[in-house]
């Protein structure tokens, strides 16, 4: 076309509005905002993190009258250890750009400050992702620590098809038994097809992860499975919806636990495969020849993930980030690079998840509409 420019375009300028980045890109996680808002410790330094914990009890029992005590020391205390895992979002700029043409009148947006928000957005983003991931298996090893580890026995797969024999560098089902011991549940069926989500598998899984007065306070899925829950549970019952006081939307209540959606959460219908944030869409595992009875699973069977649900006790988390002023999430500032006018800046973190108890917590996949 000659000339390239009509002539309406030539003599009219473009309307911008609204004058905002509108994004449809992100995603909304309350876990992320249970973590820091229930389980935030800053990290002050050191090798590593460490949590200790008791994993069995001293001797005792009922005696004769005037015949000795077993007097032997029991060892009862270990600890898990965590190491620091760092990240990055890079925000490069063209000084031309900023300096020159994205400014005045004529700039309805600041491309600088939208693409500072946007880094702040992919650092949570990736954080909460790799929330739902893991720390230990090849490929992941610079990773957070994340729930599915801690949610393990040692001989179910958790979600993503790993056993995680080991949690905070403890070895499961050794010298310190059960301890730290979080069994999945299974919900589908004999054949390793999803199944329908029951109220007893809720309750089941539920109490199973309470321990007196600790109860789970939260509920997380997808939205997938939280409208299965809805529709499938309780079919004519109307849910009494609440507004959760951290996350500021509207929930509902399974017991003592508040149930919210979070779009990152692992879902076969809603997860995806992102190649910078991560991955959270579900797949297929082969179920071990020997499950445990208490996960339900089938014996060496091909299992479709489909949705997955956890109950969490975040007052059983902890959040760990720094208290380093720029790898708390903070920016570097911008630094020119060599030969040209490109500008760099980084938003840096350092931050790990520990589980201080497995056992007040429970994962459950095999969930389908």
């Known amino acids: ?91 490069p700029e063209y000084e031309e750009e900023v300096r020159v043409e994205n400014k005045g009148p004529n700039a309805v947006v600041s491309l600088l400050e939208a693409d500072m928000q946007n880094g702040i957005d992919t650092a949570n983003a990736i954080v909460a992702v790799n929330s739902n991931l893991n720390g ?37 089902n050794g010298a310190v038994g059960s301890a730290l011991n979080s069994v999945p ?56 919806q609440e507004r959760d006081p951290v996350w500021g939307v509207t929930g509902f209540r399974l017991n003592n636990a508040m149930v919210l959606k979070d779009d990152y959460f692992p879902s076969l219908r809603y997860g995806q495969n992102d190649p910078i944030l991560g991955n959270w869409l579900t797949s297929t595992f082969t179920s071990p020849a020997s499950p445990s009875a208490q996960s339900g699973l089938p014996v060496s069977t091909v299992c479709t993930v489909g949705e997955v649900f956890c109950f969490f006790n975040t007052f059983d988390w902890l959040f760990r980030i720094t208290d380093d002023e720029l790898y708390g999430f903070g920016f570097s500032g911008f630094v020119p690079t060599q030969n040209n006018s490109r500008i760099v800046g980084t938003i840096r973190w350092m931050v790990n ?17």
């Open 1 to 91: 076309m000659d000339p390239n420019i009509q002539e309406i375009n030539a003599v009219t300028k473009f309307e911008i509005y609204p004058s905002v980045v509108t994004d449809n890109f992100f995603l909304a996680t309350p876990l992320l905002a249970y973590w820091r808002d229930h389980c935030l410790v800053p990290f002050t330094g050191g090798t590593w993190m460490q949590a200790p914990f008791r994993y069995a009890s001293l001797i005792g029992g009922f005696t004769a009258p005037g015949s000795n005590y077993n007097l032997t020391k029991r060892p009862t205390i270990s600890a898990m250890q965590f190491g620091t895992r760092y990240g990055y979002v890079a925000i």
């Open 136 to 172: 230990q298996t090849a490929g992941r090893t610079l990773a957070i620590n994340g729930w599915p580890e801690a949610l393990n026995n040692g001989v179910d797969p958790s979600w993503d098809g790993n056993i995680y024999t080991t949690y905070g560098q403890i070895t499961r």
């Open 185 to 240: 549940m299974w919900c589908g069926d004999a054949a390793g097809n999803t199944g329908v989500i029951q109220y007893a598998q809720l309750e089941e899984a539920y109490q199973d992860a309470s321990i007196g007065k600790k109860e789970p306070n939260l509920g997380v899925g997808n939205k997938a499975v939280i409208a299965y829950i809805k529709e499938k549970m309780v079919v004519q019952q109307r849910f009494q």
């Open 353 to 369: 998840m520990e589980c201080v108890s497995p056992r007040t917590q429970k994962q459950l996949y095999g969930i389908g509409g």
